[in-house]
């Protein structure tokens, strides 16, 4: 604020107004008289205004210890300018130091506005004068008088248009050319003078209209820009380049007039066009800009650091590095918007891309949504920190575990068959994505297939509390539910989480198990970052989990040849998609770089049928060969030969093979479960009938031979006779004798294996609809090992015989009832409970 003038200056200049009155001639004959008027009346103005200057305060801008009040600019890990935040004042502002501005600037605008600035003492006399006698001849103002030095006296203390006004900023000028020298005058004028509208000082100017330093301008775009002062909305190029490129030329006239440019140089610089760089369109990595300052990314920061994600105090000179690339990221936002309007006849309405640097958690590209200025898309929200349901994509999580704490290993044999499992609600019954069941099928196949109901058995066999515990420990803290909210549902992402924490979660297991917070800015303080890394994941069990996501012929069952997930280099990955095709989401990683994309709606509306293979599945691959021109790809480092082995296993089983097993494999394994696997079990050989297929008893050598068979314990024999596969007969051959004991009906079974109620699960509760008029009823299913011909359900007391498939279609009724199932030659499992209300 500008201080006021003391109270005794008013006085002076009264006096000074008398003086001059006794310099009056008394008489108009008297030649000296008129000399002295003459003299007085040139000489008097001058000591006025020298006189108010000497009483003109400094404006504070100008000390030496105020701060420049300047936009924030934002750089790219490379140092290239990303973003530009505008100052306090709502202008874009850099401050750019006069050594640094280059030649060219400073010689157009003298030309432009100040031919004699080094000459004058803040006030230009020959160009008043030029001015005043234009105006008497004219009688229409032709050209100003004001110097730079005024114009940066009115920048700093705007006045009125009066003649009172405009000795006030000429008695601030001489005041400033007193206090400043004139490279200190020059400089502050480039800096605070506007360059065109919301534009203050030469550089934002220059990087705003050319996306170049002032430095680096050409001669032409040097006298543009010198133009601008002048008129900064009528010369603004953004309307139209015919009048700035008229004053430009007029410029450029000036400085080949003052000697300030070569007749050659200025033809070539009339010659070239005004050639402005492109606008803007929602890049810049807008949401994570707006994540940064708005400190949504935690733990990026380590203790006694600045917060990445803290605001930078604004209105002064600040500069922040992140650790996005941008050619990467402007890549990414383009592939984000050709998404989307691909697939907008399935009704996909947005998509977001995170890309982390694997070595350092570094965000390498984010990319919140594919337009933020997409108002019907709600573009403006950021899907790489919304809460989605993940899907499938918490699969490889939950199977680390089981291999941690049940000692699974990628040869486990888990059940894909039809399975129930209490929840408070009644009964949770999941299915695959193929509507099939796929029986025995082995952990790698289980994962990399995404096969749910073995997903879903893993997470009840480990509990959900475990499951639960474990995706926090990962970084997936929105899971804060209790485990009751999500139970084993939890396999299958049923529960919301960040993108962004589920792209580290996946680079932690890029890692080896190793966890980093995600880091946004590179350099912003020189605090350094703590170099602990607490492990979350087995090493070697998660390096068993990458070979499983990085295999492709695992996930043919599902995926086919050619998929999204096949690409040119090693990439471990994963797909998943949410209840209802609500969210699709694709996420993998090689050795360096991870990348997670999300495709859906933020309205949580449903798309037209896609999945995360064929909605985010493309993207995922888009971008992966994006990063991967910024991040050469590289295979995989081989597995440690003292943590883990390759084994030979039987396909079917996943154990050691033994001269029964048709078809085997090889199977990385931890050297501790390598060498504890057990002999193949489900594969048997058996003497049969050749005659008939039956069981060979006494027959005949000749018409025996010997068959190998598939047995399966009894969660799997149901499926096993329903899939047609090739189980082992019960029955003996009539044309020959009775079955040795050993051979006997209970046979293909283990000794003693109990049949079990499959259906309902313990606990299950069924409410009867009183709107339906139509008999209400369940499926009760059993159990039973091979060999078993009939069997009973026992239900509240009351025995039901059954046969094969040993299933019974039963009519709800009112109350708590108790279920088991008996079977002769076989133990009884355990009793059930369930209610119907």
Known sequence: MRAPSPPWAGRVVRWIARWLARLRPRSPRSLRGAARLALAAAVA??????????????????????????????????????????????????????AEAGDRIQRALLAAEDRRFSLHPGVDPVAIARALGQLAAERRVVSGASTITQQLARTLVPRPRTVRGKLGEMALALRIEASLSKREILEQYLNRVAFGPGLRGVEAASRFYFDKPTADLSLAEAAALASMPRGPALYDPRRGTGPLERRRNRVLDRMLAAGLAGEAEVARARAEPIALAPKGSGLGAPHLVRAVLGGALDGGAEPGAERPGAAPSRGRASAITLTIDRGLQREIEVLAQQTVRGLSDRDVGAAAVVVLENATGEILAYVG???????????????????????????????????????????????????????????????NYDGRFHGPVRLRDALASSYNVPAVWTAAALGPERVLERLRELGLRSLDGAPSRYGVAIALGDGEVRLLDLANAYATLARGGLYLPVRAVRAWTDAPRASSTPRVLDAARARVIVDILADDKARLASFGEGSALDLPFPVAAKTGTSKGFRDNIAVGFTPDVTVAVWVGNFDGSPMGGISGITGAGPLFRDAMLAAARVRPPRPF?????????????????????????????????????????????????????????????????????????????????AWARASGRPVAP????????????????????????????????????????????????????????????????????????????????????????????????????????????
């Open 45 to 98: 103005p001058w000591l006025l205004l020298a006189f108010i200057a000497a009483l003109t305060p400094l404006p504070t801008e100008l000390r030496a210890t105020e701060e420049h009040a300047v936009s924030t600019v934002l750089y790219d890990r490379h140092g290239t300018v990303l973003r530009e935040l505008r100052a306090g004042d709502g202008a874009r502002a850099r401050w750019l130091p006069l």
């Open 369 to 431: 949504s594919h337009d933020i200025d997409d108002a019907a898309g709600l573009g403006h929200n950021d899907g790489v920190l919304a809460l989605r349901q993940p899907g499938s994509a918490l699969k490889p999580f939950v199977y680390e575990l089981a291999m941690e704490r049940l000692g699974f290993t990628a040869a486990t044999v888990l059940p894909d068959v039809e399975l129930s499992f209490p929840t408070p609600d009644g009964s949770y019954a999941p299915r």
């Open 637 to 717: 480092d081989p597995p440690d030969p003292d943590q883990l082995a390759e084994v030979e296993v039987c396909s079917l089983s996943g154990m050691r093979p033994t001269a029964a097993c048709p078809h085997r494999r090889r199977e990385l394994l931890p050297r501790g479960d390598a060498a504890a696997i057990a002999p193949c079990d489900m594969h048997e050989a058996v003497r049969v009938d050749r005659r008939n297929g039956l069981r060979a008893g006494a027959c005949p050598d000749a018409a025996v031979e010997e068959r190998v068979f598939e047995r399966y314990d009894a969660e799997l024999t």
């Open 730 to 837: 019960d029955e003996a051959s009539p044309l020959c004798g009775a079955l040795p004991e050993r051979d006997g009906a209970s046979g293909a079974g283990a000794p003693g294996a109990p049949v079990r109620v499959a259906y309902p699960p313990d606990g299950a509760r069924f409410v009867l609809d009183p709107s339906v008029n139509s008999l209400q009823a369940i499926r009760l299913r059993a159990d039973v090992p091979p060999g078993v011909r009939r069997a009973r359900f026992v239900l509240d007391g009351r025995p039901i015989e059954v046969g094969p498939p040993f299933a019974l279609d039963w009519p709800l009724v009112a109350g708590a009832h108790r279920l088991r199932v008996e079977a002769d030659g076989a133990p009884a499992g355990e009793e059930i409970a369930f209610s119907v209300e």
